[in-house]
Every structure is written in C-alpha cells, then in structure tokens.
C-alpha cells in the first residue's frame, strides 16, 4: 500500500507542473494570438454585464449592440475571414459575481477580440482584470474613478456619470416647457452606479440657487417604496430627478397613488432612454402622464445617416436570435457598443494581427482619425479604405468619437422626452453657457 | 408624526401580504418536513398566471383565484413529481433542500424566456384613495388587509375544528403514530401541497399587486421575507408566522419611516439574527399546532 501510495504521490507531481503551467498561463490572460496574422477561427465578443439581478435590463442592451455588429463584419468578409461570435457573461451587477464571470470569460475562451458592457456595477472589478489579460474593452460605466484611468485597455465611449448628473440639472434649471424648479427630490437606486450621481447633481443644483428637499437613497427591487414615497411628498418637491432602474414602476406609481392621481415631473437619466424603463414606467403610471410629466437627458444623437441605416438594418435582423433587439435602436449604449466593436475588427484589419497588444492602441487611431484620413462609416468601407492603403477614421452610428489620452470619448448631451410609442423626441439643448454654468457649479 | 402613522398604515398591508405567505411556507415546512426553496418561484409564477389572465381583460381578483389553484396544483404536483420521489429513496434533510433550490433556480430560468427580465404591473389594481387619521391606504390595499384576515381565520379554523386540521396536527407531531392511528398520512400530506400551494400562489398575486411592478427576480425576494417572519416565529408554527410576519412588515416600514430607506430590510433583518441569537427556536418556543415532523 506504501509503495503504491508514493508512486501515486510522485505520478501526481509530475503531472502538476504541466497543470500548474497551464494554469499561470491562463490566470496571465495571454494575448490570443502571440505573432502577426489574423489567424483563424471564430472570434468572440464577451458581453459582460448585469443579465439577472436589479440592473438586468442593462445586459440584453449591450447584447443587442454585438448581434448587429457580428453580421455587419461576418457579412462583409469578417476579420480576414473569421467570423466573429457574442457571449454572454451575468455579472448580475454585483462586483461579487462580476470578478469570476470575468475571469471565466478570460480563462475560458482564447479567441476573445474584445469585451463590452462593464457597468458601474462591476466596472471598478473587473476593468483591471482584462486590462490585465490585454483585452480592450468598451465600458458602460460613467463613474468618475475612470475620468483619468490608467489602464489601457479600457476605453468609454459615453461621458462620466458627473456630465449625466449635470445635464438633469440643467433640464431641471433650464429646461423647455417649464419654469426652473426650484426644490428637487434626490431619488436614486442605492447601487454603486446610480449613487454617483448624487454629489454631483446636489452641487450643481444648490450652487445654482435651487434647494434638495430629500435625498432619498431607495434599495432597489424592495417590495413597495410607500413610506418612502410618503416621506418624498412630504418634502414637497417640484421635481424628481432619479434613476432607480428595475424600480421605476413601483416607485413612480406609488407617487401617483399617494398624491391623489397627480403625477409630479421627474427627469431621468441617460440610463433612462431604454425601451424596458419606457415598458414598466408606462404600465405603471399610464402613457399620458409618462408624455407629460417625464423628461430625460442623453447624448446628441441624430438616428440617421449611413452608420445608423447599416446599425438599424443589423439590429432588426438579429431579432431571429434576440427578439427584443430591435427595441434598441434607440439606446445610446447600444449604438456605442456596436461602433466600439466595428472600431476593433478594424483595428484588427488595419494591423493585420489578431494579437491584442497590437491591435488595441490603433482602436484608438481609427476612432479619432488623423489629419487626412479617410472617414468611413461601415465596416465594409472601413476594410476597403485599409486595403486600398488609407489611413481611416470611422464615424459610426453612435456618432464622432473623440478619445482623451485617459481613453475616454465624450460629446455633448440633448434634452428629450419619449413619443407614445417609446421613441426618444429631442426637446431642447443646452447652451454652451448654460452647460459651462452647469460644470463650474458641480465642481 | 404624520410619516409614522402613514407607515404604519402601510406597515398593515405589508405584513398582510407577509402573513398570508409566510403561513403557508411554514404550515408546508411544519407538516411535511420540507423547507422548499422553490417556494418563491411558485409565487412569482402565480403572480405571473394573474397577470396573463389580467392582460387579457380579467380582473385581478379573479387573477389572485386563478393564482391560487395554479399555486395549488404546482406545488402538489411539485411535490409528487419531485420531491416525493427523492424522500422515498431516503434522501436527507440537507439534500432535499438542495433539490428544492435546484428546482427554484430551474423555474426562474425556464420562466425568463417566456415572461421575460422586464417589470410588468396589473391594471387597474389600485383603487381609490381613502384616508383616515393620517393612514393613507387605497380600497385595493384594504381588500388586501381584509384576504389576509379573512385566511388567518380559515386556517386557524382548519387546524383547530377540522378533521384534516387535526390529522395535519397530529401527522406533523409524529408521522409514524399518525399513520398507525389509522390516518391517512399520504393524503394529508397532498392535501397540506395543495393548501399551502394555494396560499402561495395567491400571496404571489397579492405581493405582485402590493409591488404595483414586478418581475421574475423578485421570486427570491418573496421567498426571503416569507422565510424570515416563518423563521422569527418559530419554523413551522403557523400562529409564529402571524407574528413574525406583523414584526418583519411593521419594523420595515417604520424603519424607513425613522432612518434612510435603503436600511429598511437591514432593520427588519437585524431583529430576526436578534431574536435567533436570544432565541433560536423563534418567538413561538412550544412545540404547539405544527411541530416540525421529526
């Protein structure tokens, strides 16, 4: 039995140094592809976001975005001929479940070209693990953490929470259609991503003369918000600025319920722009009031051009794999996302390497262009300009993007509203003025 | 002041919606020795039966009936087709809960293709506003208090003057004597999955219309509330879940009422690890109507 158990014991060790390599090698993220080429073999978009859990409706907008930019770069030859893949990792928007779900993507699939999604939720866990294993990525997070972000890897294309927080005050202050209020309720989920919202709107509120009458930090997914909502009316607010996602209906109702039928107006945030808020909000507290009492902020889009057609024309396709996938066509996020992966096969393209250290500082290139480049507009384009020789600059359905050197991109925000069908209808802008008022009050 | 009063008021209705599914959470764990962790999903399925039906025109109190069979005939069927078989093979205590968290984490996942991740809410489910010494609560939310009583005093009335109610009493006492006595404890237990499953699939719509919007995560939230009054009363003691139901609906409230709302369940969840530390057979310590079979 001795001998048997020893020559198990050395067996094992011998076996354990290649396993262990094997291991390091896979904890390392190792790029893809160490040498030049593009290699072969399908290549994979790891959607990492919240698909359960308080923030689930954020995931399905992300995925959306990789569905339609699949077949707009398997359709027009893929990265030199391999097709590129979505997959869905749930962080359930806890930083708890994001870490494993982001090293599993990582340790799991060697063809990885890129990772979108990484809301606030997560983003602050699970950013440095794939800037670690080299992956560029494409974040939805506006915490301010990354406004000068070291990693290199990591890139944003919308503006910090901070600009969001900025703009519902201005909606607030000088919005179309109303007198500036003057008293405003503070009603945010108490998840890491909507509470960043809260210093900075209070700043620019108060600095600018108007008064909180409550801060209401609400748990998302509770059972009823009725004291809550009580305790709000109480305050007396002239206005609701909130994002409270997965919550909006049972709070919002409640308002109306409490407040004798009468609804109070409320702006949201650009998180606020999503046909599943628009779906619970308008069950909850009727189409009428969601038209008349809701304003929201969100990023100049213009829905329109040959970026946005090719985007529109890919998205309602991918309704044969994701029914929903077309009620996206609207959501900045998913716009971004779809241009941010369209950016990386080109910049795949354009190095002719499949090798992420080598690819990801040209996503950049190509994003902000340079003195003389070609701007394309679709991938088919893109890959044209590339092999007839030209240095490029893609403008894609999300619009021009204009990277700092912390690798953040960010352009100015619109004031809106919805139409009866959940369409987002621009309702004003704000001034360079008011805009700069806005950010000197903030701080 | 005013706020306290207001939250007490809504304090009645959360620990009437607490109440009706955290008695039959712990009348299924008193009588068949069962902690089923699908329980929660039963509800949300129930409430989703309710809002189909409510979709298609019918009102929600026939909704809450139709949710009340479906609940009833999942959990017998549940029961029967799940958990009955790995109880005859012997399988422990720990394991069966395993099973019934297995099974709670494949019908959320079979559920979301279907009802989908989004929020959805009843219609018309409101009702008018009537307001009484600074309690606001709406017709709908009093109908609500007034099922809760009316279920308290039907299951009170089972246990304490029905034949059934004295086979469960005396099968969740001890199951082995019971059947020796010549009763039926096989039928009995089929007819606490269908009771209890019926109390759960209308706490379901019940919840669902207290929430004004729900969606397929808050399964898991259901099933912790009704857990934890079960739990505070004394498991398996339905007169236990009354009361711990009154002090889970009633604490979070006013603690929303007193301190920042995000720390309500804090609260409400800070005097049930209280009392299990103090007194961890619950609040109800005699081993009275329910005893945990064992």
């Known amino acids: 039995m001795k001998f048997q158990t020893a020559a198990r014991n050395r067996w094992s060790g011998s076996q354990a140094i290649p396993v262990a390599a094997l291991i390091v090698l896979a904890a390392c993220g190792g790029s893809s592809t ?57 962080t359930r928007g806890e930083p708890a479940d994001a870490v494993p779900a982001a090293n599993q993507m990582i340790a799991s699939s060697s063809n990885l070209m890129a990772a979108v999604g990484c809301t606030s939720d997560e983003a602050a866990a699970v950013a440095p693990i794939m800037d670690r294993a080299h992956l560029p990525m494409f974040c939805m997070t506006g915490q301010s953490e990354f406004n000068k972000t070291t990693l290199k890897y990591f890139h944003r294309l919308v503006p910090a929470d901070v600009y969001d927080a900025f703009a519902m005050v201005g909606s607030a202050l000088f919005g179309p259609n109303h007198a500036p209020y003057k008293k405003a309720a503070l009603v945010f989920g108490d998840d890491i991503g909507s509470q960043a919202f809260v210093q900075p709107a209070t700043n620019a509120f108060t600095k600018l003369g108007g008064t909180i009458a409550i801060n209401q930090p609400i748990h998302l997914n509770a059972s009823s918000y009725r004291t809550e909502v009580a305790a709000m009316l109480k305050a007396n607010p002239d206005v609701i600025l909130t994002e409270a996602l997965g919550s909006a209906g049972t709070y919002l109702k409640e308002v109306k319920t409490q407040n004798g039928g009468k609804m109070i107006p409320f702006i949201g945030s650009s998180a606020t722009i999503d046909p599943v808020w628009f779906q619970q909000v308008r069950d909850a507290i009727g189409i009428d009031d969601l038209l008349k009492y809701y304003a929201g902020v969100d990023l100049g889009y213009t829905f329109s051009g040959p970026a946005y057609a090719e985007f529109l024309t890919n998205l309602n396709a991918a309704a044969t794999q994701f029914a929903d996938a077309p009620k996206y066509k609207q959501r900045g996020s998913t716009l971004h996302l779809y241009d941010g992966i369209i950016m990386t096969a080109l910049a795949m393209v354009a190095t002719n390497s499949a090798d992420r250290t080598v690819y990801n500082p040209k996503i950049i290139q190509i994003a902000n262009g340079s003195s003389g480049a070609t701007v394309v507009n679709t991938y088919k384009d893109g890959v044209a300009a590339i092999k007839a020789g030209k240095t490029i600059r893609f403008v894609g359905a999300g619009g021009e993007n204009n990277f700092d050197q912390y690798n953040n991109s960010q352009s100015g925000y619109i004031l809106v509203g919805y139409d009866k069908d959940g369409n987002e209808v621009q309702v004003g802008q704000l001034t360079p003025d008011q805009t700069a008022k806005l950010i000197a009050a903030g701080g | 002041m005013d706020l306290y009063v207001a939250a007490f008021g809504f304090g009645l209705v959360g620990m009437s919606v607490i109440a009706i599914a955290a008695v039959g959470f712990t009348m299924q764990f008193g009588i068949t020795n069962m902690i089923n962790l699908a329980y929660g999903e039963v509800m949300i399925s129930s409430a989703y039966v309710a809002y189909y039906l409510n979709k298609a025109g019918i009102t929600i109190w026939v909704g809450m009936i139709a949710g009340a069979v479906f609940g009833a005939v999942f959990s017998f069927l549940l029961n029967r087709v799940v958990y009955a078989p790995f109880l005859r093979r012997g399988t422990s205590h720990i394991g069966m809960v ?143 879940a009354m009361i711990g139901a009154v002090i889970i609906g009633m604490v979070t409230e006013l603690s929303a009422a007193a301190w920042s709302p995000e720390y309500k369940e804090v609260v409400a969840f800070g005097i049930l690890v209280l009392v299990m530390v103090l007194r961890p057979q619950g609040l109800l310590a005699k081993r009275g109507a329910l005893a945990a079979a064992g």
């Open chain 1, 34 to 90: 160490s040498g030049g080429g593009l290699g072969s073999g399908d290549l994979l978009v790891g959607v990492i976001a919240p698909f359960t859990g308080a923030d689930a409706g954020l995931g399905p907008a992300y995925y959306a975005a990789c569905l339609a930019a699949a077949p707009e770069i398997n359709n027009n030859g893929g990265v030199g001929g391999r097709q590129v893949k979505c997959q869905q990792f749930d």
């Open chain 2, 98 to 240: 395993i099973v019934s968290l297995a099974v709670s984490l494949m019908v959320a996942n079979l559920l979301l293709p279907i009802v989908g991740y989004y929020s959805v809410s009843y219609q018309d489910t409101t009702g008018g506003l009537i307001r009484a010494g600074g309690i606001v609560l709406t017709t709908n939310q009093i109908a609500i208090i007034g099922v809760a009583v009316v279920l308290m005093l039907l299951i009170h009335g089972l246990l304490r003057y029905t034949r059934l109610g004295k086979a469960m009493r005396a099968t969740a006492a001890n199951p082995t004597l019971a059947r020796n006595c010549g009763i039926p404890t096989g039928r009995v237990i089929d007819a606490v999955w269908l009771i209890t499953g019926a109390l759960c699939g209308l706490a379901g719509v019940v919840a669902a219309m207290n929430s004004d919007s729900f969606a397929i995560a808050n399964g898991a939230g259901f099933l912790i509330t009704a857990l934890a009054a079960a739990v505070l009363g004394g498991a398996g003691q339905p007169y236990g």
